[in-house]
C-alpha cells in the first residue's frame, strides 16, 4: 500500500480537498486503484450535528455516514464508494480508545496520547485504507490521506504526531507527504514568508515535505518557484504551481503539466506495482475523458440561469455538492452556468418592509431565472420565502426542483394555494399545529430527544408507481422499476393528504418500499416541476449528472425532450464510464 498525505498551512480552507481528490485521479489514470481517507480534528463524532454554516456542507454515504464535505470531491473525482470509516475525527478516535480502555484492552496500562491515541490513529488508516471501495471489488494500491486544519493548530497535533510516526512503520518508499501553502500577492509581489514559514512548522514536527502545492491568485514566476525551492529545502520540481483556474475540474489537468505524477511515480516507485494491460487502457480512457469534459466545459457558449433559493447562502460550501451536480448537468447539456443567489429570507414580505433593495434584488434575480432550485435545510428560518419561490415557479411555469426540505416547501404551497388550506404548514415550523393542517410531520421512527445520526440515512430504494411511464423524472432515469438514492431527513410528507394532493394533479410518482413514505413528486402539465425526499447530489458524478438536476438544467434550457431522448449524451460513444 502507497500512501500519499497532503497537509495544509498557513490559512485553512486553501484547497487541500481539490488537490487530494485530483492527485487521486492523477493516479487513477495511470490504472492504480485509488482509496481516501479524510482527517478531521474536531471533537464532533461526525459533521451531523454541525451548521452547514459553521463548517459547510454535511455529506452523506451509502452507509449513512455523515461526513465532511471533502468526502464527496473524494467520491467525484475518483468515482469511489466510501464509508464512514474513511473520515476520521478527534471524537471518532477518542471514543474508540476510550471503550477499549473500558473493556480493559490495555492490560491496566496507563492510556496515553502517545502511544496508544497515535497507535489506534495508525491502525484506523491502515485498516481503512485497505476497504474495496470501486467496482472491481479489490484492495486499493494508493490511499489518499487528507490531515484537515492547518498544520501546528493545537487540536491537528496527534495526528501530526502519527503521521510522523507512520512514515517510518510504513517505508520511506511507501509514503509522501504534499503540503499546500499560500503564496499571497501584495501591491503585485508575490510573497513566499508565510510559505517559508509554513514549512518550518512542518519540519519541526518531524514531517519532511516531499512536494509544495502553492496556492496563488496568479501563475508563480520562476524566480518565486526558486526561492520558495531554496529556502524550503527542496528541488524546483517540487514546487507545484496550483494557480487560479476557470475551473477546479482543471486543477488535474494543471498537476499533469507539471509532471506530479512523474515525481510521485518515481518517489513511491510505483513501478514495482503490477499492473495489467486492461488497467492501463482503462487509465488511458480516463485522462482522455477528463480532457473532453474540461474542454466541453470551456466551450460553453449559452448560458443558463439558476435560482438557488436557500438559508445558508452566506457560506456557499453549505451547497457544495449541489453546486457540483448543477454543473455537471450544465457540462452535459453545454451550457454555461450561472448560479443565482438567493437567500429565502430576502423574498419575504418583511424584508419589503426592512430593506427594499434586498427583497426587490432577490424577486428581480427569482423572476429572471431559467430555473428555481430549493435546496435542503432545516428549521423555520426562510421558509416562508421558499414557498414564495415555488409558487411563482408554479404559477408561471418555470422549471422548478426541490430537495428534501425543497419537497416539503412546494407540498405545503400546493396545498396551500390549490387545496385551499391557508394554515397549512410543517410540525417542523410550528408546534402545535392543528392535525388538519399538518402537510409535514415527523417520521414515526425517529427518536427526538436524541440529534446526532438520528435521521433517516443513507442509501434507500425508491419505486416508481403504476401508470407513472408519463413522467419526466422516471424517463430522465432510463424508466426503471427502482432507483436508489441516498437520504438525510427526520419529517416527511403526511401519507394522509397524498390522495387529495394527486386528485389536484400533484402526483407522487416515487414511493418507498411500504408504498407511504413518498419520495418523488411531479406535476403534470408543467415543464419541469420535480421533487425528491432524497438528494440526489450527492451521487451526480462529472459524467454522470444527477438525473433530477440534469432534468431542471435541461428544462432551464429548454431541451429537456432532447436530453431525455439521449441527444445530449456526449459521450454515448465511450463504452465506460469511470466517473
Excluded at 485521479?25 to 481516501?36: A, E, F
Excluded at 497507535?119 to 479489490?138: F, H, K, Y
Aim: net charge negative; aromatic share 8%; proline share 4%.
Amino acid at each position: 500500500m502507497k500512501y500519499v498525505v497532503v497537509s495544509g498551512g498557513v490559512i485553512s480552507g486553501i484547497g487541500k480537498g481539490v488537490l487530494a481528490s485530483s492527485t487521486g485521479m492523477l493516479l487513477k489514470t495511470l490504472g492504480l486503484k485509488v482509496t481516501s481517507i479524510k482527517i478531521d480534528p474536531y471533537m464532533n463524532i461526525d459533521a451531523g450535528t454541525m451548521s452547514p454554516l459553521e463548517h459547510g456542507e454535511c455529506f452523506v454515504l451509502n452507509d449513512g455516514g455523515e461526513t465532511d464535505l471533502d468526502l464527496g470531491n473524494y467520491e467525484r473525482y475518483l468515482n469511489v464508494t466510501l464509508t464512514r470509516d474513511h473520515n476520521i475525527t478527534t471524537g471518532k478516535i477518542y471514543s474508540h480508545v476510550i471503550a477499549k480502555e473500558r473493556k480493559g484492552d490495555y492490560l491496566g496500562k496507563t492510556v496515553q496520547i502517545v502511544p496508544h491515541l497515535t497507535n489506534a490513529i495508525q491502525e484506523w488508516i491502515e485498516r481503512v485504507s485497505r476497504i474495496p471501495v470501486d467496482d472491481t471489488g479489490l484492495e486499493p494500491d494508493v490511499c489518499i490521506i487528507e490531515l484537515g486544519g492547518t498544520v501546528g493548530d493545537i487540536e491537528s497535533a496527534p495526528f501530526v504526531e502519527a503521521l510522523r510516526q507512520f512514515q517510518f512503520k510504513v517505508g520511506k518508499e511507501n509514503f509522501a507527504l504534499i503540503h499546500v501553502s499560500l503564496v499571497p500577492v501584495i501591491h503585485g509581489e508575490q510573497k513566499t514568508k508565510p510559505t517559508q514559514a509554513a514549512i518550518k512548522d512542518l519540519r519541526s514536527l518531524g514531517l519532511v515535505p516531499d512536494m509544495i502545492a502553492c496556492r496563488c491568485s496568479e501563475q508563480l514566476n520562476p524566480s518565486t518557484i526558486d526561492k520558495i525551492a531554496m529556502f524550503c529545502h527542496v528541488g524546483s520540481d517540487q514546487v507545484v504551481n496550483v494557480h487560479d483556474v476557470n475551473s477546479t475540474y482543471h486543477v488535474p489537468l494543471l498537476l499533469l503539466e507539471q509532471k506530479m505524477i512523474d515525481y510521485l511515480h518515481n518517489r513511491l516507485r510505483l513501478v514495482d506495482i503490477n499492473l495489467s494491460d486492461d488497467d492501463k487502457q482503462r487509465g488511458n480512457e480516463l485522462l482522455s475523458k477528463w480532457k473532453k469534459t474540461t474542454g466541453n466545459f470551456d466551450a460553453s457558449m449559452e448560458t443558463v440561469k439558476i435560482a438557488l433559493v436557500g438559508k445558508y447562502t452566506n457560506l456557499k460550501d453549505s451547497y457544495l455538492s449541489v453546486i457540483k451536480a448543477l454543473e455537471h448537468s450544465s457540462m452535459r447539456c453545454r451550457r454555461k452556468l450561472d448560479i443565482m443567489w438567493v437567500e429565502s429570507t430576502d423574498l419575504e414580505p418583511e424584508t419589503q418592509e426592512t430593506d427594499k433593495a434586498k427583497f426587490h434584488e432577490a424577486w428581480n434575480k427569482v423572476s429572471s431565472a431559467d430555473g428555481v432550485l430549493v435546496p435542503g435545510g432545516f428549521g423555520t428560518r426562510g421558509t416562508e420565502g421558499m414557498i414564495h419561490a415555488a409558487r411563482w415557479a408554479r404559477e408561471n411555469k418555470i422549471p422548478y426542483l426541490g430537495v428534501c426540505l425543497g419537497l416539503q416547501i412546494a407540498t405545503i404551497e400546493f396545498v396551500r394555494d390549490i387545496i385551499g388550506k391557508t394554515e397549512a404548514s410543517s410540525t417542523e415550523f410550528v408546534e402545535g399545529l392543528d392535525e388538519e393542517n399538518q402537510v409535514v410531520i415527523y417520521m414515526p421512527e425517529i427518536d427526538k430527544a436524541t440529534m446526532g445520526g438520528n435521521m433517516r440515512l443513507g442509501l434507500r430504494p425508491t419505486y416508481f408507481q403504476d401508470n407513472s411511464e408519463w413522467s419526466k423524472i422516471r424517463k430522465l432515469y432510463g424508466s426503471p422499476a427502482s432507483v436508489e438514492e441516498r437520504h438525510r431527513h427526520r419529517y416527511e410528507i403526511n401519507p394522509e393528504i397524498v390522495p387529495e394532493l394527486e386528485e389536484n394533479g400533484l402526483i407522487f410518482v416515487g414511493k418507498d418500499e411500504s408504498n407511504k413514505r413518498c419520495e418523488i413528486f411531479e406535476l403534470k402539465n408543467h415543464p419541469f416541476y420535480v421533487a425528491t425526499q432524497y438528494h440526489p447530489e450527492y451521487t451526480s458524478k462529472v459524467l454522470d449528472p444527477s438525473k433530477p438536476f440534469l432534468g431542471l438544467v435541461a428544462a432551464a434550457s429548454g431541451i429537456l425532450d432532447d436530453v431525455i431522448d439521449g441527444k445530449y449524451d456526449f459521450h454515448a460513444d465511450s463504452e465506460s464510464n469511470d466517473f
